[in-house]
């Protein structure tokens, strides 16, 4: 009898009709324990209706260590549909549920899981019910909140059932619905039901004790003497309610305990209820059963032909901790004994009965982690490896072990206990090789989490440990370092660490090489590299950034290079997502997509958001800019969702940019101020610069120069308190323009003649060579300006909203020097080019300048900026699905590569025909937008 819940009935009405008609739905009810979050399950379960499928699952505590338990049990009745799904999405499951050994990427898992359930709900509507959802496993987990937040139009509902107070199921993306305790007329309602010949006093007396919680009515109800419940006995002292309940459920246990080892302890020390194994455990099958048969009729258990289940979280609590640790120990034994050798639940059982060093249980501890880790588990290899670490008799085993857990934590997204992880292992850690390990991991953890320079000196150090003995190693450990001091703004370290590549034994040379180039060209903007790689432009040919397309030595791109193969490696990429700027040509923004799509076929999502970072900051210069603030949203999401702050915190600052250029300044701060509540307390200097840019274009692009120039500073200023070594020759000459339209030129000639007019960079690089002379012409006078403008547009192949915007400062120029014809001619093609990226600020000042040089757009502003037809009518999520489609990929793989399920993207095809104008699939091949 569900009293004094209506509004949560009829929102799970909502959910049942929704998915009737084809709406998916997910929704996470909250609440302290006995409030009726498991009540409410049943009831939708109950109330489905026919042609409508239930399937469910419930987090155990105990199982909270095996990898995708709790998922296993839900999608099992599913399973036989499994070798449909894609290869790569059903060899993942295999291996996820132990019928494959091969590894298996956690978020591929959830992938399958997805598709598998999006196929299934084709044949019928689907309901999912997870109770206890904080005692699930943390692949389980993590993979029904990837299902739940990408449901659209399949028609499943997931809901989830959370205790207060117990461990954390933090759903962000997924809507809450708390549970309150009873009001006290519903209460009153209840209890009446319950008992409806109590005294009135007891009736008050347990309304008041239970405080509206409905389980303790049920409970507190049940356990009164006819004494009691009619006034002639006294009840219970009061006590607070949870101990109040424990104490309860523990005095009502008690009589069933009748010696060590009975069957009831042994059902709270397994956890999963396999009624099997707790009968084999107990020894005498009769006596388990009948044992079991009582604590059902006294209403602790469930019990069926194959499961036992504890009524509720706190009766199994109390049964185990009311029992001494020597009884506890015994059943864990005898358990571990009924599964046998080859379970993974046999050796957690061995484990929970260890009491003091034990170098075999540690050791199949160890096996277990790895096995876990190969099955995406690397939350359950964190929990065994740190009790191996516990039982292993040697400190250096320990340390060993510990290092490995700290690694394992970290990837789980456990950052407060891979730290702590450490910290334990560090005074144990002696050996060179282990401390090397140590400190990169602890480098690793020091980037994800916003300190990218002490996250560079740690991982310099782990590097030089192992400079001789693994070079390879080192290598990468050094590129994650230069990564670290690009973010941190410290080019002396890339100077550094240029020099220490330099000296490497045994590593590929090539290799090397290109990476000594890179970082001492990246370097040598703030004047930190030698004289040769400064000055003579060995470095920058080396790097593949000369005008003319410079090569290494097997006759491509070396940024291109890095990118290639069949398993890319983003972390090993060049240290940042801008340096491309310099060398943003189509060839290398094609070869990113290329290995964004190789890592979309792979399932590697966790990489996805390193990986899509430089594409979009490549399709800032080369466009197509819809196309970039699809790839710039995906990656967003994909970054919070997967905690990396940092590409997080880049990633908004661009999208701010993009929506800067194109004249939404609501979404601009609303994004940039995001990206400074993370960089600017982590010092994570590139994101404080770019956002700090994208609200100055803002500014400019609002006609606000004087606030530009205030922004701008802050970036380019030698005072600044924004500024990077590289992006603010990228800036510079939005700052000079600012200046120049403040009416405050001599700010910008103090700039400007801080920076070195003979360095390489705007000598031998088209892009900054263009914006130099664009700037350097805003602040001369006569013959020398119109050369400089000239000059800024004679190179090819340069930004399309750049070069825009460079016709433009060149007309208004000439229109200002009366010089009227040539000046309409540069402002037409400034309106056309700015109109083409959709830079719709720029291209209205562009035909009002038109306009007052007396000549006429050949475009209006309704038709500006409307790529292949409507395209920009778009969302960020149907673009990147039109695209794929206009390469002729179907739904499934189409699915595969967006982490979305296949209804889910003909649902996004049904939105998109209409706004394009096309009635079929066939219509849409070829109509790729980059």
Known sequence: MLVGRECEL?????????????????????????????????????????????????????????????????????????????????????????????????????????????EASRAEPLILLVDDAHWLDSPSADALLFVARRLGAEGVAVVFAVRDGSQPFPAPGVPDLRLSPLEADAARSLLTHLLPEAAPAVRERLLREAGGNPLALVELSAALSPEQLGGAAALPDELPLTERLQRLFRCRATSLLAEPGNALLLTAAEGDGDLAVIVRAAGDTERALHELSAAATAGLVSLDPERVRFRHPLVRSAVYQGAPLSERRAAH??????????????????????????????????????????????????????????????????????????????????????????????????????????????????????????????????????????????????????????????????????????????????????????????????????????????????????????????????????????????????????????????????????????LRRNGAIGSLPMSLAPLVALQLVTGPWPTATANGTEALSLALETGQLGAASHLRAMLAWLAAAQGDGDRCH???????????PRRIASAIALAHWAQGLNALAEGQPLNAVKLLAEVCSPEGGAGHFMLRWIVLPDFVEACVRAGEPERAHHVLTDRDPLHPVPANHPQLRSGWHRSRALLATGEEAEDLFLAALADTGLSPFETGRTHLLYGEWLRRHRRIKPAREQLHLAEVQLDSVGALPWAELARAELRAAGGRSTQGPSTAA?????????????????????????????????????????????KIFPKLGVTSRSQLYGRSSG
Request: aromatic share 4%.
């Open 10 to 118: 009829r929102r799970l009405a909502e959910v049942t009709a929704g998915v009737r008609q084809g709406r998916s739905h997910a929704l996470v009810l909250r609440g302290p324990a006995g409030v009726g979050k498991s009540a409410l399950l049943q009831h939708l379960a109950d109330h489905a209706g026919p042609g409508v499928r239930v399937l469910s699952t419930v987090g155990v505590e105990s199982e909270a260590e095996l990898p995708f338990a709790a998922l296993h049990q839900l999608l099992r009745p599913l399973l036989g549909a499994a070798d449909a799904l894609p290869p790569p999405q059903s060899a993942a499951l295999r291996s996820a549920f132990g019928m494959d050994t091969a590894p298996a990427d956690r978020f591929l898992v959830a992938l399958a899981a997805l598709t598998l359930l999006s």
């Open 333 to 598: 034994l005898a358990l571990a004994d009924a599964l046998g050798e080859g379970d993974d639940r046999h050796v957690w059982h061995l484990a929970a009965a260890a009491v003091g060093p034990d170098d075999r249980v540690a050791h199949l501890l160890a096996e277990m982690a790895g096995r876990s880790r190969r099955s995406g588990g690397v939350a359950t290899a964190t929990k065994a490896l740190r009790r191996a670490a516990a039982l292993v008799s040697t400190p250096r085993d320990r340390a060993r072990l510990l290092v490995d857990a700290a690694e394992c934590a970290w990837k789980a997204a456990e950052t407060a206990q891979a730290e702590a992880l450490l910290n334990e292992a560090e005074p144990l850690s002696d050996v060179p090789a282990l401390r090397a390990r140590l400190v990169q991991v602890r480098g690793a953890i020091a980037h994800a989490s916003g300190d990218p320079a002490v996250a560079c000196l740690i991982l310099l150090e782990g590097a030089r440990l192992v400079q001789e003995d693994d070079p390879r190693l080192a290598c990468e450990t050094l590129v994650m370092a230069a990564r670290s001091a690009w973010v941190a703004d410290d080019p002396a370290r890339l100077a550094e660490i240029a020099g220490l590549l330099a000296r490497l034994p045994a590593v590929t040379p090539d290799v090397r090489d290109r990476f000594v180039a890179h970082f001492r060209y990246l370097a040598g903007l703030s004047g930190h590299a030698a004289p040769d790689a400064r000055h003579d432009g060995t470095a920058l040919e080396a790097h593949g950034g000369g005008p003319e397309g410079k090569t290494g030595a097997d006759g491509k791109d070396v940024p291109v290079i890095w990118l290639s193969g069949t398993d890319p490696r983003p972390w090993v990429w060049p240290p940042t997502f801008l340096p491309y700027l310099l060398h943003a040509t189509e060839p290398l923004r094609d070869a990113h997509q290329h290995a964004v799509d190789t």
């Open 670 to 680: 609303e994004l940039a101020r995001d990206s400074l509540e993370i960089s600017t």
């Open 866 to 910: 409307v790529p292949m037809g409507g395209e920009q009518r778009l969302t960020a999520r149907e673009l990147q699905v039109m695209r794929l489609a206009a390469q002729g990929l179907s739904n499934g793989e189409i699915a595969a590569r967006l982490f979305l399920s296949p209804r889910t993207v003909g649902y996004h095809l049904y």
